[in-house]
């Protein structure tokens, strides 16, 4: 096997691409300062029990895992910031007040995510902790979409739905309540059949409103609908509330979508949820929700909302940057043209000095204009290439 061979759904990011994805995170996380959030970093690996707390079975299976050479402990390569920030916030800053953090940094998948996905992705987001209102969750969903439009998407649906809708069914039924994980991945599916056949065992009223999800979808007036065909329990009353506030301001920012069956995620989220989808990919771009419960087990459960987004996914389906107009120069140490050259790249000028032997070949800059000596053969001056 030839040794610049790389391993599958694993690639290099050439310099075009790199420029996307690095204007993207500057872009972006001004942004988020703009609002407040605060930057942090967490570490690339970390003992596995803190990696998967708080997190389900498909984070699990997504995280390499490998051991320790000085404790003997299993690492985990992180799949996912989210619980990484949470622990920050809980066990590090431990602040009373209201905390906004943002991130961004490469994240490893042991499989990928969509049949043209990298397994490491570059994901960047935000996450809001200490406010439990609809206030926080509006706020991320308006960053999520600002988000996507500094990268010069206009065209952007939006699909909400709220996991407190299924936690209220199956309070209901013990029975039911223990099967949470298989109904959540039978939910995920739209597998109807499948679902008829796990609701086999439970009440009748559990059947009937689990079997109603699957087609609890399409606009706005899906909540109409489900607020009929559902149970009139205080958390599905509430849930439907909460979607209907948030739908409502995106109104005008986004094409909105409503799916009570759409519990895709990490399985960690505890209320309302949403994914961000633009033209040229299956997949969803962004995804966010509130996770209230994840600081528990860092000692410290805080109310929490958050998305994030993969940016190398995102930059794929933007056109090829532009290259970039620079100056040629000539190879040479003599203070004048040091002084002209420095000079230049203080004004935001890119200038390429040329190596002796060598014609200058790249793919990021086009050379219009040329450094040379006036006629008086005293001064640098601007010359146009054409």
């Not at 009440?203 to 009139?232: F, I």
């Not at 966010?288 to 930059?315: C, I, K, M, N, Q």
């Amino acid at each position: 096997m030839p040794n610049w061979l790389l391993p599958e759904y694993i690639a290099d990011v050439l310099p075009s691409e790199a420029r996307k994805i690095e204007e993207l995170r500057r872009l972006m996380l001004d942004n988020f300062r703009l609002y407040g959030y605060e930057l942090v970093m967490p570490p690339l690996m970390e003992y596995v029990e803190s990696l998967m707390t708080g997190a389900g079975a498909d984070t699990d299976l997504r995280t390499f895992k490998l051991v320790d050479q000085i404790s003997g402990r299993m690492l985990g390569l992180r799949a996912d910031m989210t619980t990484q920030v949470a622990r920050i916030d809980a066990h590090l800053l431990n602040r009373a007040t209201v905390t906004r953090l943002c991130y961004a940094g490469s994240v490893l998948h042991t499989r990928p995510s969509g049949l043209h996905s990298t397994r490491e992705p570059f994901q960047i987001g935000a996450e809001i902790y200490g406010h439990a209102g609809l206030e926080a969750d509006a706020e991320i969903q308006e960053l999520a979409l600002g988000s996507l439009a500094l990268a010069g998407f206009s065209d952007v649906r939006l699909d909400l739905t709220h996991v407190g809708v299924l936690h209220a069914i199956l309070e209901q039924d013990p029975v039911a309540k223990k099967d949470y994980e298989a109904i959540v991945a039978l939910l995920r599916g739209k597998d109807v059949p499948g679902l008829q056949q796990q609701c086999a065992k439970y009440s009748q009223a559990t059947r009937a409103a689990l079997e109603a999800l699957p087609n609890l979808y399409g606009d706005v007036e899906v909540l109409k609908r489900a607020r009929e065909v559902l149970p009139a329990l205080p958390g599905i009353t509430h849930a439907l509330a909460e979607l209907a506030a948030l739908a409502a301001s995106a109104i005008g920012r986004a094409d909105i979508a409503i799916d009570l069956a759409d519990l895709r995620g990490y399985q960690y989220e505890s209320g309302a949820m949403f994914a961000l989808y633009v033209p040229g990919l299956p997949n969803a771009v962004a995804r966010g929700g509130r996770y209230d419960h994840v600081g528990e087990a860092f000692g410290r459960a805080r109310p929490a909302t958050g998305f994030s987004l993969d940016l190398r996914e995102l930059a794929r389906l933007l056109p090829t940057a532009e290259r970039k107009h620079s100056i040629r120069a000539p190879w040479g140490n003599a203070p004048e043209l040091k002084e002209k050259i420095a000079e230049l790249r203080k004004s935001g000028e890119v200038v390429i000095q040329s190596l002796p032997g060598h014609n200058d070949e790249q793919d990021e800059f086009e050379c219009d204009r040329a450094l040379v000596l006036d006629e008086s053969g005293s001064n640098w001056i601007l010359k146009n290439l054409g």
